[in-house]
């Protein structure tokens, strides 16, 4: 079992940086692969970075922008997020799953409580 809790979400200006966090409990946290999401409201949830040890993927609308990034002695996964834009204004959540990441949000077993982000223009 892996308890995940997100943070670091607010409101900022388009243009402007946040930085998400996600801890998780338990001991074998780099074990899992780890994911962030994000759903905007009357949209699907969607993919934005994941994480392996040492391997990143990220969504093409957020490549550039956003850094996923992972401390296995924390126990905490990262999401970096500069040069804000309106539409990435959504909940974000991050996600846990054995074995290697994947773009699909079915296929993580493991949630968050979601974090708003809201950029204003």
């Known amino acids: 079992q892996v308890q995940l809790v997100e943070s670091g979400g607010g409101l900022v200006q388009a243009g402007g940086s946040l930085r998400l966090s996600c801890a998780a409990s338990?001991?074998?946290?780099?074990?899992?692969?780890m994911g962030w999401f994000r759903q905007a409201p009357g949209k699907e949830r969607e993919f934005v970075a994941a994480i392996t040890t040492g391997t990143t993927t990220y969504a093409g609308s957020v490549k550039g922008r956003f850094t996923i990034s992972r401390d296995n002695t924390k126990n905490t996964l990262y999401l970096q997020m500069d040069s804000l834009k309106p539409e990435d204004t959504a909940v974000y959540y991050c996600a846990a799953k054995t074995g290697w990441y994947t773009v699909y949000a079915n296929t993580y077993n493991y949630w968050g409580q979601g974090t708003q982000v809201t950029v204003s223009s």
């Open positions: 338990g001991r074998t946290f780099n074990n899992y692969a």
